[in-house]
């Protein structure tokens, strides 16, 4: 039986999504959070004074889960970060700070010296099963950023150069 990688790579990640996605409750404590959902990957420290808790998870990083504590250390939100919604809050001229804040770790950063950039990816699901990967790009002189891209996730649909006609002699 010849199944299509789309629908593999789909029920993959519905499933990977059901298996990560535990739902956090406003008002819980940081204790009832971490027995739920373990130690945090990183701990951020908002400019408003919150504590932000990240965890990636996922196939290749795709979800990235935030919980948002207030002063009184009880949980304000819960959220998937990686969406495409979120990414359209992204503006020319933020901080790495502010975007780390808001998706998380980059799943890759690239260097390119010849253009002064730094760019950061995120692999996300848009919708839940059509892999994308969004890059962010910051000058690397005052590490803001300058552009942004959206691109279909080569990793799960690679390119089909087709067999060609060449031999391998």
Same mark, same amino acid.
């Given at each position: 039986?010849?199944?299509?990688?789309?629908? /593999?790579?789909?029920?993959?990640?519905?499933?990977?999504?059901?298996?990560?996605?535990?739902?956090?409750?406003?008002?819980?404590?940081?204790?009832? /959070?971490?027995?739920?959902?373990?130690?945090?990957?990183? *701990?951020?420290?908002?400019?408003?004074?919150?504590? *932000?808790?990240?965890?990636?998870?996922?196939?290749?990083?795709?979800?990235?889960?935030?919980?948002?504590?207030?002063?009184?250390?009880?949980?304000?939100?819960?959220?998937?970060?990686?969406?495409?919604?979120?990414?359209?809050?992204?503006?020319?001229?933020?901080?790495?700070?502010?975007?780390?804040?808001?998706?998380?770790?980059?799943?890759? *950063?690239?260097?390119?010296?010849?253009?002064?950039?730094?760019?950061?990816?995120?692999?996300?699901?848009?919708? /839940?099963?059509?892999?994308?990967?969004?890059? /962010?790009?910051?000058?690397?002189?005052?590490?803001? *950023?300058?552009?942004?891209?959206?691109?279909?996730?080569?990793?799960?649909?690679?390119?089909?150069?087709?067999?060609?006609?060449?031999?391998?002699?």
């Amino acid at each position: 039986m010849n199944v299509p990688r789309r629908l /593999v790579a789909a029920s993959f990640a519905a499933f990977a999504l059901a298996g990560c996605a535990t739902s956090v409750p406003p008002g819980a404590s940081m204790g009832d /959070v971490e027995s739920r959902m373990g130690k945090p990957v990183d *701990v951020v420290k908002a400019p408003n004074g919150d504590t *932000v808790w990240q965890y990636p998870k996922g196939p290749y990083g795709q979800f990235t889960y935030m919980v948002t504590f207030g002063g009184d250390q009880r949980v304000k939100n819960f959220t998937q970060a990686l969406t495409f919604e979120n990414f359209t809050k992204i503006q020319t001229g933020m901080t790495k700070d502010e975007i780390r804040l808001m998706f998380g770790r980059p799943g890759e *950063v690239r260097t390119y010296r010849n253009l002064n950039q730094e760019a950061w990816f995120y692999r996300y699901q848009a919708p /839940v099963t059509q892999p994308r990967i969004y890059g /962010v790009y910051f000058d690397a002189t005052s590490a803001r *950023v300058q552009s942004i891209s959206d691109q279909q996730d080569e990793l799960f649909n690679p390119i089909n150069w087709g067999t060609g006609g060449g031999s391998a002699r």
